[in-house]
């Protein structure tokens, strides 16, 4: 019997990513007051390089999730085979790293000690991969532990030891591993029994479909590393970075989709995706507001100094917006695909699929978006404008090649699953957020004091964030009949969590 519940799962997964982002600004915080800005930029940037060592790992999360959602015992064979793939990973990184440090001020060092993310990354995808197909509602939580291990441990390192960036790395690390733990202990029956090659086999012949969507991420994130060669500035970095994390917030919502994946693997009804949609926006019209309307004091909260970027968090946030709905459409997309379950299935059967139709339309627009930001940061830097004036031609070049990839998603998915939004209830979520955030946006900049002293301004910001957030779930309690139906939904599932 599956152990997959659409909703429950959703709901567990939301409330998991809702705390993940007070746990992950807090980190941001820790390390943004802690970290000079030339540190915090050098973290991003090695976040960015990280990705490239990590280019097989998709090979084995992709199709462990899929074969373990329909039944097959693959996963004794993938741990074994993610190991090996560690240590090519770290030989590419080597090598990316060796000629890297030859084009910025990093310490070598701190880059050679980053290795260290790369096992523990690995596994904690896979293992994650696998509960995602097995107890999405179970595993969901490593990614908690992973949060809060992760603030504990960047406390330790960075307030009681002082180990600065090295500190930032061990608290990564070790909280994947955490995680890890946390997963396998969930997972462990999935992982017994033999090692079986002609897994490894399938995998390595059709290694191009999980792999081609990952080089378009490989692409997507060149945009740190051209940034940082085109206008050697580590403080642009830091300041993209920082705003990234806030509109992320936005991002979050799509996390009420997290078990439709691995549903329409199993059983293939279209309709779970119908009512997710509408529930997607009921979050992210509001987190949308949300990080609209705090912008400033989120800003001023990780640090003072980075309230110059709140116009380049603006347009972020609609970037994420937009990001939000296009991986809900390309999960359901790649979740009703059956192709890799027929036997006879060619080369051109596997090409034709969405399993490369979906990433290579994502391809296409990351392309558009590195080449357009290299031709305007080559042509911009020699004037000399402010590192905040670049990093907001950066945002906006992230949002106008985004947006026409969403749309062209939505369509194939109206097609394929004959989709009909129901744009009443989204309208009243869309009316709730501006009336409720619109009142805070103004309240806020009348009446908030900006104290440097985080213990006595975020209790006061929170007087302002708590109570809008409230009177936007009342408002819509009040006035949409699927609100109330999401409601009673919740308390459903959350009985039958408990049996």
């Given at each position: 019997m599956s152990e997959i519940r659409v909703t429950y799962s959703g709901l567990?997964?939301?409330?998991?990513?809702s705390s993940s982002i007070i746990t992950g600004l807090v980190f941001t915080m820790i390390i943004t007051r802690s970290l000079t800005l030339t540190e915090f930029g050098s973290w991003s940037i090695i976040g960015s390089l990280i990705v490239y060592p990590l280019v097989l790992g998709p090979i084995v999360w992709f199709w462990t999730t899929r074969e373990v959602a329909r039944g097959s015992e693959s996963g004794k064979t993938s741990t074994i085979t993610i190991s090996f793939f560690s240590l090519i990973g770290i030989a590419i990184y080597l090598l990316i790293i060796y000629f890297f440090n030859q084009t910025t001020e990093i310490e070598y060092f701190i880059l050679l000690f980053a290795l260290i993310l790369i096992p523990t990354e690995l596994f904690k995808q896979l293992f994650l991969s696998i509960g995602l197909a097995y107890k999405p509602h179970k595993s969901e939580i490593g990614v908690f532990i992973f949060e809060l291990s992760k603030i504990a441990l960047a406390v330790i390192f960075l307030y009681v030891f002082q180990m600065g960036l090295i500190g930032v790395i061990l608290a990564v690390s070790f909280s994947n591993a955490a995680a890890s733990i946390f997963v396998y202990l969930i997972i462990k029956e999935k992982i017994k029994g033999k090692f079986r090659i002609e897994y490894v086999k399938k995998w390595i012949k059709l290694f191009w479909i999980p792999i081609f969507p990952n080089l378009s991420n490989m692409i997507n994130n060149l945009d740190v590393i051209i940034f940082t060669v085109l206008t050697g500035s580590l403080g642009g970095v830091a300041y993209w970075a920082v705003s990234r994390a806030i509109a992320r917030i936005v991002h979050n919502s799509v996390k009420i989709n997290k078990a439709v994946y691995p549903k329409l693997l199993e059983c293939g009804r279209k309709e779970y995706l119908q009512d997710n949609i509408v529930r997607i926006s009921y979050f992210a019209f509001p987190l949308t507001a949300l990080s609209l309307a705090f912008a400033k004091p989120a800003l001023f909260a990780l640090n003072p100094g980075f309230i110059v970027a709140v116009p380049v968090i603006w347009i972020l946030v609609f970037s994420s917006f937009s990001k939000t709905f296009s991986d809900a459409f390309s999960q359901a997309l790649l979740g009703y695909e059956k192709v890799d379950i027929k036997k006879n299935a060619n080369f051109k059967d596997y090409f034709r699929s969405k399993l490369v139709v979906v990433p290579t339309l994502r391809a296409f627009q990351r392309l558009s978006y590195i080449s357009i930001l290299a031709f305007v940061l080559f042509f911009v830097?020699?004037?000399?404008?402010?590192?905040v004036e670049m990093v907001t031609y950066w945002a906006i070049i992230a949002l106008a090649t985004h947006i026409p990839l969403t749309f062209y998603l939505y369509i194939m998915v109206r097609k394929e699953f004959s989709l009909k939004i129901k744009w009443k209830p989204m309208l009243k979520y869309l009316a709730a957020s501006v009336l409720v955030f619109g009142i805070a946006f103004w309240s806020s900049d009348q009446y908030l004091k900006y104290d440097e002293s985080i213990f006595v301004f975020l209790?006061?910001?929170?007087?302002?964030v708590i109570p809008t957030i409230f009177g936007y779930f009342g408002l819509t309690y009040l006035v949409d009949?699927?609100?109330?139906?999401?409601?009673?939904?919740?308390?459903?599932?959350?009985?039958?969590?408990?049996?």
């Open positions: 567990v997964a939301f409330a998991i990513g830097s020699p004037w000399s404008p402010s590192e209790p006061n910001l929170l007087m302002f009949k699927e609100t109330r139906k999401l409601c009673s939904a919740v308390f459903k599932e959350l009985k039958k969590g408990k049996k």
